[in-house]
Nanobody
Framework: QVQLLELGGGSVQAGGSLRLSCAAS????????MGWFRQVPGKEREFVAA????????YYSDSVKGRFTISRENTKNTIHLQMNTLSPEDTAVYFC?????????????????WGQGTQVTVSS
């Protein structure tokens, strides 16, 4: 079991930056792959970024690669998503996610624990 607590949502102007954080707790939290998804009304939840338990491997959707950076603090069971050069297209509810089955299962949204979601709004 994993519980996820998110921080860092908010509003920012286009071109600006925002950092999301997610703290995981539970028996398997320290060995879980973690990541971020986002969702807008009328569309399915979209993969954004993921990181392995070790932090040695990261994965990004093409739409955010080069602008977003995911990182992990394993000692604190915490991940961060640094979002730079934000665009209105990045506006969505962002969800923290975790899976003890590895990053590829997480990316497919199989056996995933979800955070509550946090709103990110980018205005022009």
């Amino acid at each position: 079991q994993v519980q996820l607590l998110e921080l860092g949502g908010g509003s920012v102007q286009a071109g600006g930056s925002l950092r999301l954080s997610c703290a995981a707790s539970g028996r398997t939290a320290s060995r879980s792959a973690m990541g971020w998804f986002r969702q807008v009304p009328g569309k399915e939840r979209e993969f954004v970024a993921a990181i392995t338990w070790s932090g040695d491997n990261t994965y990004y959707s093409d739409s955010v690669k080069g602008r977003f950076t995911i990182s992990r603090e394993n000692t604190k069971n915490t991940i961060h998503l640094q979002m730079n050069t934000l665009s209105p297209e990045d506006t969505a509810v962002y969800f923290c996610a975790a899976s003890d089955k590895g990053p590829f299962i997480l990316m497919r949204k199989i056996n995933v624990y979800w955070g509550q979601g946090t709103q990110v709004t980018v205005s022009s």
